[in-house]
């Protein structure tokens, strides 16, 4: 008798991928198109840009001397290595495994960046009025959905414990 397989990772690994392309992509374009500060309105409320992020989510240490690189770099790698690694236990997850590999595409995008350039470029902002939101960028947004559909994923686990 064949042992049974269980679901591989490749195809959150492929996910992952094309969201890398399609980050780095974006980003090598505004960078090829746009000077720092740069935009173009698109709507009333959104423009592209071309900013430059040295911190984190809403330039968290953004002001720091430098050092933030590399903390932001590590705790990337080590994201990536707990996220292959959560891939792997959990395969056969449908709704996990699409969670976790578009943090994980987002999260390496932004490596790239940090390592490529020394800062995170972002082009995507939103507004209202003068209220601007931090701009951000295809990573950030596969990150984010990312992290929604692991609290969504959680809330489903967590109802189907309680049902009788």
């Known amino acids: 008798m064949l042992p049974t397989t269980r679901a591989a990772i490749w195809p959150w690994l492929l996910w ?9 992509v974006s980003k090598q374009w505004i ?4 000077q720092l500060g740069d935009g173009t309105p698109i709507t ?3 423009n592209i840009v071309r900013a430059h992020n040295t911190g984190a989510a809403f330039s968290f240490l953004a002001g720091a001397s430098g050092w933030q690189r ?3 770099t590590a705790i990337g790698v080590i994201a ?8 792997h236990a959990h395969r056969g997850e449908r709704l996990l495994g699409f969670a976790l590999a578009s943090i994980l595409g987002g999260a390496i995008g932004n490596v790239v960046d940090r390592l ?4 995170v470029v972002d082009f995507l902002d939103f507004y209202w009025g003068s209220a601007h939101f931090p701009a951000f960028n295809v990573a950030d947004m596969a990150i984010s959905v990312g992290a929604v559909l ?8 967590m ?3 309680s049902a009788p």
């Not at 692991?150 to 686990?157: I, Y």
Request: aromatic share 16%; charged share 20%; proline share 0%.
């Open 80 to 87: 990536t290595a707990v996220i292959v690694w959560q891939l």
């Open 31 to 34: 960078l090829q198109v746009y």
């Open 16 to 24: 992952a991928l094309l969201l890398i392309v399609l980050d780095q």
């Open 70 to 72: 590399w903390l932001f």
């Open 159 to 161: 109802k189907k414990k």
């Open 150 to 157: 692991l609290v969504v994923d959680e809330l489903r686990r």
């Open 116 to 119: 490529m350039h020394g800062y």
């Open 44 to 46: 009333g409320f959104f």
